[in-house]
């Protein structure tokens, strides 16, 4: 198994524009997870989904942050427009059930570096 | 406020020797614990996830450990190898409402010297 991909895995753009992360999970895991990691602030969680439908997108900073599970395998984290404080490595991360329980294993992605100049 | 406090920030180690990092988190209520070891430039991976009634879980040389009472968890690591040298992150789990919610330690940067 390939296991979660993500791209692109690095990403420089100027403030103001578009950015587009994207996120294919481990096929046959039913929920995937956003999280953004920065020196500060250390691991957070943005939004998760389970069977394509967000569950909880109480950790997305701000109104210019969305993402979308259209099918099984496949997300967008959407940035617009950027800032240079969104500056941070974002994760994507998927597992068999809810990824939360005793059970759950959570399986990263390397990441995407977005610096936003 | 729901926590997690991770001790040391960082840690410098030779080769072959023993080390333990700390855990203490006022999460309530409890549902697991987890550890994550994080290779510079890359994702996290699980390496253990410990509910409320386990006290000790290893996985190789890593052997977790915790104290649901005083809200302290570790993570002892033998003999250490070159390959070691990585973040070590502890994510509490617990539920409200409905869902699970994750609150994660920044880590401790652990660095193995030849």
């Known amino acids: 198994d390939a296991g979660v991909i993500q791209s692109p895995r690095h990403e420089v753009t100027e403030m103001g524009q578009e950015v587009t992360l994207r996120c294919k999970p481990i096929?046959?895991?039913?929920?995937l997870f956003w999280y953004r990691q920065t020196m500060m602030r250390g691991l957070e969680l943005l939004i998760y989904?389970?069977?394509?439908?967000?569950?909880?997108d109480s950790g997305m900073p701000e109104d210019r942050f969305s993402a979308k599970m259209p099918n099984a395998s496949f997300s967008t984290l959407k940035i617009q427009p950027s800032e240079p404080r969104d500056s941070a490595v974002y994760f994507c991360?998927?597992?068999?059930?809810?990824?939360?329980?005793?059970?759950?294993?959570?399986?990263f992605g390397p990441g995407t570096r977005l610096l936003v100049l | 406020k729901n926590q997690v406090e991770q001790s040391p920030q960082s840690l410098i180690i030779l080769e072959g020797k023993n080390c333990t990092l700390q855990?203490?988190?006022?999460?309530?209520?409890?549902?697991?614990l987890r550890w994550y070891k994080q290779d510079t430039g890359r994702g996290p991976v699980s390496l253990t996830i410990?509910?409320?009634?386990?006290n000790t879980k290893s996985n190789g040389r890593y052997t977790a450990t915790l104290d649901a009472d005083t809200k302290q968890s570790s993570l002892h690591i033998t003999a250490s190898q070159l390959s070691d040298s990585a973040s070590y992150i502890c994510?509490?789990?617990?539920?409200?409402?409905?869902?699970?919610?994750?609150?994660f330690g920044k880590g401790t940067k652990l660095s193995v010297k030849p």
């Open positions: 991360a998927s597992s068999l059930a809810g990824g939360q329980g005793e059970g759950e294993t959570q399986y």
């Open positions: 096929s046959g895991h039913n929920s």
């Open positions: 989904f389970n069977n394509n439908v967000p569950i909880d």
């Open positions: 855990c203490n988190y006022t999460v309530s209520p409890f549902s697991n």
């Open positions: 410990m509910t409320f009634s386990e």
């Open positions: 994510v509490v789990i617990w539920y409200g409402g409905s869902q699970g919610n994750l609150i």
